[in-house]
T-cell receptor, first 113, second 111 residues
Framework: DAKTTQPNSMESNEEEPVHLPCNHS???????IHWYRQLPSQGPEYVIH???SNVNNRMASLAIAEDRKSSTLILHRATLRDAAVYYC??????????????FGKGTLLTVNP | NAGVTQTPKFQVLKTGQSMTLQCAQD?????MSWYRQDPGMGLRLIHY???????DQGEVPNGYNVSRSTTEDFPLRLLSAAPSQTSVYFC??????????FGQGTRLTVV
């Protein structure tokens, strides 16, 4: 399985933008870049995913490097509710067992009031 | 939309007992999976299924069985519970490699 590398933790202030980096130098051409987050005592929650182009949704933006070896999740204005562990995961789109989502340790985001 | 529903939310078992954790989704997703999460750790894949009648092992399958007789349901069976299986269990579903939906989890304690 292709691996990702994320910082163990990051800190932000409320109402400021947050850029969460992820390196995935061994990404293959059929891998989607997925981001999930897990709030305390809850199940993982989908944030965003993309393949090659930058993506935006109501929760966040995903900026993907041109060579696809890294990506950045952008929270435009952090709130206290955004404090969570953020997981960057590569998910193959080549069928069957390749759909597995393999979780690493993620980045623990702390948001200061 | 109910999404992914897991039952029960909490369960206490005695060592050696068996039980089934239920997972149901109403989104017609082909792909379903089970994870466990131990305190302070990430999620580890137990078993997964790419469609009715098709299941496969994940990273930590020992002590667990699954079956997939319908698209909607993917139960996880603990054959003989052990204290090492004390954990929080999450079920997830998705359409192929798209957005994955997770249940709220089942907190299992084996004493």
């Amino acid at each position: 399985d292709a691996k990702t590398t994320q910082p163990n933790s990051m800190e932000s202030n409320e109402e400021e933008p947050v850029h969460l980096p992820c390196n995935h130098s061994t990404i293959s051409g059929t891998d989607y870049i997925h981001w999930y987050r897990q709030l305390p005592s809850q199940g993982p929650e989908y944030v965003i995913h993309g393949l090659t182009s930058n993506v935006n949704n109501r929760m966040a933006s995903l900026a993907i490097a041109e060579d696809r070896k890294s990506s950045t999740l952008i929270l435009h204005r952090a709130t206290l509710r955004d404090a969570a562990v953020y997981y960057c995961i590569l998910r193959a789109n080549s069928g069957g067992s390749n759909y597995k989502l393999t979780f690493g340790k993620g980045t623990l985001l702390t948001v200061n009031p | 939309n109910a999404g992914v529903t897991q039952t029960p939310k909490f369960q206490v078992l005695k060592t050696g007992q068996s039980m089934t954790l239920q997972c149901a989704q109403d989104m017609n997703h082909e792909y379903m999976s089970w994870y466990r999460q131990d305190p302070g750790m990430g999620l580890r894949l137990i078993h997964y299924s790419v469609g009715a009648g098709i299941t496969d092992q994940g990273e930590v399958p020992n002590g667990y069985n699954v079956s997939r007789s319908t698209t909607e349901d993917f139960p996880l069976r603990l054959l003989s519970a052990a204290p090492s299986q004390t954990s929080v269990y999450f079920c997830a579903s998705s359409y192929r490699a798209g957005e994955a939906f997770f249940g709220q989890g089942t907190r299992l304690t084996v004493v």
